[in-house]
Structures are given as structure tokens and as C-alpha cells.
């Protein structure tokens, strides 16, 4: 499969789940900001490996418009930018049939910030690192380590370089699109289409909670700052980006000041800048810093921040490392169960001369096979 960029948002880049294990040479991780909905994006394109670490496209408040060149799948989460297929309205959370030269139009995100483009095989760019996420400051990654911008080709793993069952996945696929296979989260399934936050109620305004483990430097705060973290809200600020979600709201006040020796940052690491101002460290965050830090957001509630538009609210909930686990387990949990489900979807569509097509492809995606060493 096959798709051009018509035209294009001030922010669209490739990626996957990051760039980890190198760190100590100052290489940061970056990834998807929201993790869970490009995971669900994957799922929802028929990228059923276990992982969800397929490389897709991440659209910042704007889409733009994109030309499919051939036949395939495709599936979009996160912020809805209102999409539209030939000038049809299409939904979100589902997966989607084009045809080659059809085009697809993403528009201003209507609700959230992020929207996550995934496509069935995932798109073909070069591993960098063990990652294919777009590094915008080392120039690494992604399509040659910058965004997208209008004229870009892209192509899609399945398509330029197939599988050991290449061929008879294909035909597999092929398959479910003359079926017209799909599988929809309706709405009775709103609980797996984002991840598990907490809320605040102000009013008639929901308000994203974020939990948020003790920080390495929590002891450099009083009693009475952590409880002004925990009941105060915070503002987005028009200065956030894919490095830290910068807050503005109730003076953060520290002990003896503000700065540390430099020690490791990780995502969602708050730091408590020397305005007394806190930030929330997001995909593209640095590998050291100099500010004390408060907490840390549990990572499935990085993915309610992420998608945070300037000027909008979020609160602070402080939690244990015990209830943290769990919050993450089950959001692994919720996952896990939709790609059991769309395995069995996939096998019900598959026609029965392809069950020996479908066993082979099932197994390559359970053994989690690396495509890059094929």
C-alpha cells in the first residue's frame, strides 16, 4: 500500500512506541505521546502483534489530506479532527476500507489534540536504533528524521517488504476487504477506547485527574505543596509540546529551592521548574534536568495530557507504586482483550480455503517476529 500527503498540519511525524536503551548516550526516547491510542490504532488496522509497536502517523491539531495509492485498511484514534473519506464523513475507532485513489481529509481536532493514523503493516521507514519514532532534534528516524510535509510518498511495510508468509497474508487480506470485514468499539465499548484517567467534576466540566507516584525529590517539598498539587487545578500552557506539557496554576513552593544536581528524567517525570510552576514530562523529553521532581504521571494517564489542548484544566491525584502497577495492568489487560477478540474476527471472515493461510499467519504474529530481520 501506498499513500502521498496532499497537504499536511504544522506538526505530523511517524512513530511507534520509542526509542529505549539509550539514554546513557543521550539519545531520547520520543514515541507516540499518546501510547494507548496509537496502540488501539494498530489493533483496529489489523496489526495484531502483541506489542501494538507498529510505526504510524501522529497528527498534532490539524490533519490534513492524504491520497491512498492501492487498496488496504486503515484505522484512526485520539483527537477527532472530523475525518472524511471522498468527502464522506467516516468513523473513528474502526476499521476502514479504502481504495486506491481515494483521499482522506483530517480537519482542526474537534475534541483532544492527537489523532493517530494507523495502517494495515504499518508504515515502511527505517528502523533507527531499535525505533522508527521521528527524533525532530537529532534528525533521526521516522521519514529522514523530520515531519511530514506536502509531496511525501509513503509506503507501508506489507507492500515493499512482505513477510516469510508475505504472500499469503496478503491473500488473507484481500480476503477481508472483498468481505468488507470491520470490527467497530461501539459505544457500549467506550471503556477500551481510551485509556483509564481519573476525573474531577467542576461543575458541568469533567476535568482529567492524573495520578502520580512520589518523585526522587518529593522530600524536597512540604506536606502542605503536595496537598496544593493534589486539590489545585492546572492550566495547559501555549508553550507545551512534545518535549513537556508546561502548567500554569497555585505556586508549587520548595524547601531549600529548586535545582538539583542534573539526574534521569522519564516520561511523565514532574518537574517543578524555578517559577514554582509544574511540567509534565512528555514523549520527547530530555535524558537529564536540574529541577526537583514532585512525582511521576503513571502511564496510562500520560495519555489524558497528551491530548490537552492549551489552555484546557488537568488535577493531580497522589497514588502508591502498588496502585500504579495496577492501573497499569489493566490497561494491558483491556488491550489484550481486544486483539483476542479481533483474532477471532479475523478467523470467521477468513474463508476456509484460507485457514491454512490463517494458522501461518497467527503464528508469525504470536511469535512476534522482528519484520527488520527477515
Not at 499469503?168 to 487480506?173: E, P, Y
Not at 512520589?214 to 512534545?242: N, W
Request: proline fraction near 4%.
Amino acid at each position: 500500500m501506498e499513500l502521498e500527503i496532499l497537504s499536511v498540519g504544522p506538526m505530523a511525524t511517524i512513530q511507534d512506541l520509542g526509542r529505549h536503551g539509550f539514554g546513557s548516550r543521550g539519545y531520547r526516547v520520543c514515541g507516540a505521546c499518546d501510547k494507548y491510542a496509537m496502540r488501539l490504532a494498530n489493533l483496529l488496522a489489523w496489526n495484531l502483534e502483541e506489542d501494538g509497536n507498529r510505526p504510524v502517523v501522529e497528527f498534532t491539531l490539524f490533519g490534513g489530506r492524504i491520497r491512498f495509492w492501492e487498496d488496504g485498511l486503515i484505522a484512526l484514534t485520539g483527537a477527532d479532527m472530523e475525518p472524511a473519506l471522498d468527502g464522506k464523513p467516516i468513523p473513528m475507532y474502526r476499521t476502514i476500507s479504502v481504495s486506491s485513489g481515494q483521499v482522506l481529509e483530517l480537519k482542526t481536532a474537534k475534541s483532544g489534540l492527537r489523532t493517530y493514523l494507523a495502517v494495515n503493516g504499518g508504515m515502511d521507514v527505517p528502523m533507527v536504533m531499535g525505533s522508527c519514532s521521528t527524533d525532530l532534534v537529532c534528525g533521526i528516524g521516522g521519514l529522514n528524521g523530520r515531519a511530514l510535509k506536502a509531496g511525501d510518498r509513503l509506503k507501508t511495510f506489507f507492500a515493499s517488504q512482505p513477510w516469510r508468509d508475505g504472500k499469503q497474508a496478503l491473500r488473507l487480506f484481500d480476503s477481508l476487504l472483498k468481505k468488507n470485514a470491520e470490527f467497530i468499539l461501539t459505544e457500549n465499548l467506550f471503556w477500551v477506547k481510551n485509556a483509564s484517567f481519573r476525573y474531577r467534576c467542576m461543575g458541568q466540566e469533567l476535568i482529567p485527574v492524573l495520578r502520580s507516584v512520589p518523585g526522587p525529590q518529593e522530600d524536597a517539598f512540604s506536606g502542605e505543596t503536595l496537598d496544593v498539587l493534589r486539590r489545585s487545578i492546572y492550566h495547559v500552557g501555549k508553550d507545551s509540546d512534545r518535549m513537556a506539557c508546561r502548567l500554569s496554576g497555585p505556586l508549587l513552593e520548595a524547601k531549600d529551592g529548586y535545582d538539583i544536581v542534573s539526574d534521569g528524567i522519564v516520561e511523565g517525570s514532574v518537574q517543578v521548574s524555578a517559577n514554582g510552576q509544574p511540567m509534565v514530562m512528555l514523549a520527547d523529553h530530555q535524558t537529564t534536568g536540574g529541577y526537583a521532581k514532585i512525582g511521576t504521571v503513571i502511564s496510562p494517564d500520560i495519555s489524558a495530557i497528551a491530548q490537552r489542548k492549551p489552555g484546557e484544566p488537568i488535577g493531580f491525584s497522589l497514588i502508591s507504586p502498588k496502585e500504579a502497577n495496577e492501573a497499569c495492568r489493566l490497561e494491558e489487560k483491556k488491550l489484550r482483550w481486544l486483539r483476542e477478540k479481533l483474532l477471532v474476527h479475523l478467523k470467521r471472515h477468513a474463508a476456509h480455503s484460507d485457514a491454512e493461510i490463517f494458522r501461518n499467519v497467527k503464528r508469525r504474529m504470536e511469535n512476534d517476529f522482528n519484520r527488520f530481520e527477515l
